[in-house]
Structures are given as C-alpha cells and as structure tokens.
C-alpha cells in the first residue's frame, strides 16, 4: 500500500544482496512496459533537460583536475564505484554468494546507498525532469504533467531503478573514459588531431559542454567508437535467455532449446578480422571516417597504427582490404534490451573529452609498460582497470 504522496506505508524494507537475482527481468512483455518510461526518459527532448547537469559535473571535473600536481591516475577521476554485478553471468549462484560475509557486506553497502539515495529523490519530488521525473508517475512537490493518471509503481520498482540508474550509469562511463585516455596517450598523433578538432569547434573561451557541435566533430565520434570497439565496458555483454514455455528458437543453423540462457560476446566480435579490418587489435580510429566515407583509404593507410604496417610501400598500402561491419559493433548491446541510456552516455563522454582536451595535454609516465593496461582489463560483467599514469600539463 502507498500512502500520501506515493510513499509507502510501514517500514521500509531494505535490499540486501540476496536481492540481486531479482532485479533482472526475463519475460519480454514484462521488460517492454518497465522500459517505456526509461525510453522516455532518454529521448531528445529529454535529454536537452540532462545537458546543465552534465555541463557542471563536467566542469567540477576539471577543476578538481587543474589542482592535482605532477603525476595522476586519471582513472581515479573516472571511476567513482565499481558496481557489484558480476553475479549477472551465473544469476543461479546469487542467493548464495549474498550469504558470504565478504561479499554480502560490499554488496549490500552499495544497495543501501543506493536505496537512500532513491528514497531521498522520491521524497524530495521534481526540482527539474530528470530521470527520476519520468519514472515516478507520482510527485509530492508537483503533479507529474507527463502521465498524470498512471498508477504509482510499488515502491520495490522504483528501489530496483534507482539501483540500476546509478550502477548502470556510472561504472560503465568511468570504464569508457579511462580507457580513452589510455588510447589518446599511447596514440599522440589521435590525440593530437582530436585536439586539432576541438580547437576548432571549442577554441579557448568557448563553452566546451555546449552540445550544439557534438554531432559536427566526426574524429571525436570515431575516437570513442574505437575506444568501445577495443574495450567495451560490459566485454562480455548481457545474457538472453529463451522463454521456458518456447519450443525453442533457431540461431542461423543452430536450434536452442527453451530455457536456454546465451551470450554474445563484444569483446570477441569486435576484434575479429572478419568485422573489423586491417589493424583489427589495433587503435584506429579513421576505420570509422573510410566506413562513412568521409576519409579516403588511402589517406587514412597514413596514420596506420605504429609498427602494423609500412605505408612508405605501395604495393602494401594497395593490397590492404577494408572490412567494416557496423552490425557486429554492439557495445550498447542490440535489440529491445539495448542500453537505453547510449545517447546520454555519449553526450557524457563528448562532454568530458572535450572539456579535458580543450583545457590540458596528456603525457603518459616515462617508462610506463602500456602493456599493463590490456593485463589488467579484467572482465567481472563490467570491467577492472589498471592504473593510468599521466601528467596533465595546462594548454593555455
């Protein structure tokens, strides 16, 4: 029962980690209706609202970067949490794993955290259309004018969204981030031609989380495609499952039986050679400019990834076969159980890149074994990641 205002009559209950497996939702119809206020939430005009948000944590970004001094793991800045879903792969083993000391108090320090926070958003009601504006029919502060007679969800829902905004919007960005910073510092001359691009567009003095030029800066979309084509923050995707009652589905020429739960696998479909060719392991963003056909092959042969290729020969740079399969980039997954919030996330990380790049040059610690960074790229349903050491040094 909902007493005044939606909130919940009663103690409040609160999750634990035995909770966890509960918060996935397999039966379609059941997905479909959860995620049509998430679809709302994330649409164009919606996301105009989340701009100012992204532009002042944005900045604050930056100038807590512009008081550090000397050397910095910039992934530190990044990574605010790691979200606690590695059970997402063997969801059976939850109701046990939740029973283990070590890992039911990590756990369930992030739910309360997260159950506190949902708690004081749905009190507070709507101070502006953020996510929780379209997911809460109800409003104690204000009449919600999008859907004002829909029923209030129980309050568990909301407790499990609230959940999933901020693990599902967090870990994942910091992971992307991080792992862009690491492709641009090991990569001087991308780095040097995306700050060529936001020097154009975001010269000093402009407003560099103003979105208005995002769609505009062509070099900074295939910067950050290339970084999810190389490290996907969710490597080995989401699970699907078919439904129990189906008398199974055929997958090309495999038949999968009901009951069946699967995976496609990002990481390894993203670096395979049948997709993505040449330089298939490499970090080349101008696969994306030729894909488009906004930069010939043979200009963009010329900044080859180093050590893959000598371009000074012709008759190497006229046998390179160009193999680019948009389908088989799926880092926001596929389907109606994609990422709903992918536009959000690249708005973040357009924001982020060209308000870190319009301000500072990165230089990676000399001597640092760029190696470590693929060792320590550890899948746990999102990713672990090692250490980045750079200077940051003030362009202006």
Known sequence: MF????????????????????????????????????NRAFKAAALKEYEPLIATRASQLIRVLANQHGEIDIGRFFNYFTAATALSHVPYLGPYGGRIPAIAATVDRLLSYCRDFTMRRIERGSEHKDIFHYLTPFDIQQNNDDQPDKPSPPIKQLLDDGVLAIVAGSDTTSSALTSLAFCLATHPAALRRLQAEVDRFYPPGADPCDARHYRDMHYLTAVINETLRLYPPVPSGMHRRVP?????????????????????????????????????????????????????????LKDAPDGTMDTASPAKVNHVTFTHNDAAFVPFSHGPGNCVGKQLA????????????????LQLREGWDVQEYDKGFKDYFVTTRPEVPVVLRARF
């Open 346 to 361: 690249m708005q973040e990380m357009r924001a982020v890149v060209c308000s870190l790049l319009q301000k500072f040059d």
């Open 244 to 300: 129990h009652s189906s008398h199974g589905v055929m997958l090309g020429p495999f038949f999968v039986p009901g009951g069946t739960s699967m995976f496609l696998h990002p990481y390894s479909m993203h670096r395979d050679a049948r997709y993505f060719s040449p330089f298939t392991d490499g970090f080349w963003p101008e696969r994306w400019l030729v894909a488009e056909g906004g930069l010939p092959l043979d200009d963009a």
């Open 3 to 38: 007493g005044p205002g939606g909130l919940p009559k009663g103690p409040r209950r609160i999750l634990t980690a035995t909770d966890l497996p509960l918060v996935g939702i397999m039966d379609p119809e059941v997905h479909a209706e959860r995620r049509k206020p998430w």
